[in-house]
C-alpha cells in the first residue's frame, strides 16, 4: 500500500513540475477566454468519459462561480443532454455527436475545447475539424504525445505522461487556474 501512495504522489509530482514549465499556454488560454467573452461568445467543452466530467465541472465553474460572486459566463457541456446525444449516436454515429453540436450552437469567434487523455477521441477529432471550419479557436487539453487532436489545436496543453488519473488531474488544475483567472477578470 505504501508503495502505491509513493508512486501516485510521485506521478502526480511530476505532472505539476510539467505545469510549472506551461505556465504560459495556461495564461494564454485564459487570455483567450477573457477575450472571446468580452466579446458575448461562449466556450464549449467536451470529452469522453473522466474528460466528460471535466468538461461539464469547468462549464459548472464559469457558468456559476469558481470563488468568488460574478456575473454568469457562457459556458456550455456538450456532454451533458442525454436526447441529443443518443439520437446523434444512433441516427450519425457516436463519432458525431460532438461535431453535430458544433455545427448547430457554435459561432465564429467562440471557443472549443476538446479534452482527451489519448488526444485519439474520433468525435473530438470531428468537432474540432467542424470548429476549425466554422472559424472557432480550438483548444486541447491533451496527454501523452498529444495524439492526432494536437493538430487541430489552436492551443494546446498536452500532459505528456502515460498515466490517465495523472493527465485527468493536470486537466482539472489547469482548468481551475483558467477560471480562477478568468473570474478575477470579471469580479
Given at each position: 500500500?505504501?508503495?502505491?501512495?509513493?508512486?501516485?504522489?510521485?506521478?502526480?509530482n511530476q505532472g505539476l513540475d510539467y505545469l510549472k514549465d506551461n505556465t504560459q499556454v495556461i495564461i494564454d488560454i485564459a487570455k483567450e477566454f477573457i477575450e472571446s467573452l468580452e466579446k458575448g461568445n461562449k466556450i464549449l467543452f467536451m470529452?469522453?468519459?473522466?474528460?466528460?466530467?471535466?468538461?461539464?465541472?469547468?462549464?459548472?465553474e464559469l457558468v456559476?462561480?469558481?470563488?468568488?460572486?460574478?456575473?454568469?459566463?457562457?459556458?456550455?457541456?456538450?456532454?451533458?443532454?442525454?436526447?441529443?446525444?443518443t439520437s446523434l449516436a444512433n441516427d450519425f454515429g457516436f463519432e458525431d455527436v460532438f461535431s453535430r453540436q458544433v455545427e448547430a450552437l457554435a459561432k465564429p469567434g467562440d471557443i472549443l475545447?476538446?479534452?482527451?487523455?489519448?488526444?485519439?477521441?474520433k468525435n473530438v477529432l470531428k468537432a474540432l475539424e467542424m470548429g476549425k471550419r466554422n472559424s472557432l479557436l480550438t483548444v486541447g487539453f491533451l496527454g501523452r504525445d498529444g495524439g492526432e487532436l494536437?493538430?487541430?489545436?489552436?492551443?494546446?496543453l498536452t500532459i505528456p505522461s502515460?498515466?490517465?488519473?495523472?493527465?485527468?488531474?493536470?486537466?482539472?488544475?489547469?482548468?481551475?487556474?483558467?477560471?480562477?483567472?478568468?473570474?478575477?477578470?470579471?469580479s
Open positions: 500500500m505504501q508503495k502505491i501512495v509513493e508512486d501516485a504522489l510521485t506521478a502526480h470529452g469522453n468519459g473522466g474528460s466528460a466530467a471535466d468538461a461539464q465541472h469547468l462549464t459548472a456559476g462561480r469558481f470563488k468568488k460572486n460574478r456575473k454568469a459566463l457562457a459556458a456550455i457541456a456538450l456532454t451533458t443532454d442525454t436526447s441529443i446525444l475545447v476538446g479534452i482527451s487523455t489519448s488526444g485519439k477521441s494536437l493538430k487541430l489545436s489552436g492551443l494546446a502515460q498515466i490517465t488519473a495523472v493527465i485527468q488531474e493536470m486537466h482539472i488544475l489547469a482548468g481551475h487556474i483558467i477560471c480562477a483567472i478568468v473570474e478575477n477578470h470579471f
